[in-house]
């Protein structure tokens, strides 16, 4: 399984950007999928998860601002980032946890997509 990160840009504090994580492979199942950063300086840290059921978790530092979601028929998840500030300003990473359906678990993490937000 692989994943595709995408979506990262510029943008100005209090705006909106929307990354996309694309699935790739085939006969897999995706049971937990996540978003994490990397702000400059400090480790990684998740930012968001949601599991097959829809169901999702926040960091405390982007609730009310971010919106995880995803489609499972396509094998793609996004995050919907509001209200941008400075301090999100990262490279954003995706990561996908599942099964094989002939055996077999993943946990793989996407290239990374560089988000800046400036004041």
């Known amino acids: 399984v692989q994943l595709q990160a995408s979506g990262g840009g510029l943008v100005q504090a209090g705006g909106s950007l929307r990354l996309s994580c694309v699935a790739s492979?085939?006969?897999?199942?995706?049971?937990?999928m996540r978003w994490s950063r990397q702000r400059p300086g400090n480790q990684r840290e998740e930012v968001a998860s949601i599991i097959s059921s829809g169901m999702a978790t926040y960091a405390d530092s982007v609730k009310g601002r971010f919106t995880i979601s995803r489609d499972n028929a396509k094998d793609v998840m996004y995050l919907q980032m509001n209200s941008l500030k400075p301090e999100d300003t990262a490279v954003y990473y995706c990561?996908?946890?599942?099964?094989?359906?002939?055996?077999?678990?993943?946990?793989?993490w996407g290239q990374g997509t560089l988000v800046t937000v400036f004041s």
């Open positions: 990561n996908a946890r599942g099964a094989h359906h002939m055996g077999g678990v993943f946990d793989v």
């Open positions: 492979g085939s006969s897999f199942r995706i049971n937990v």
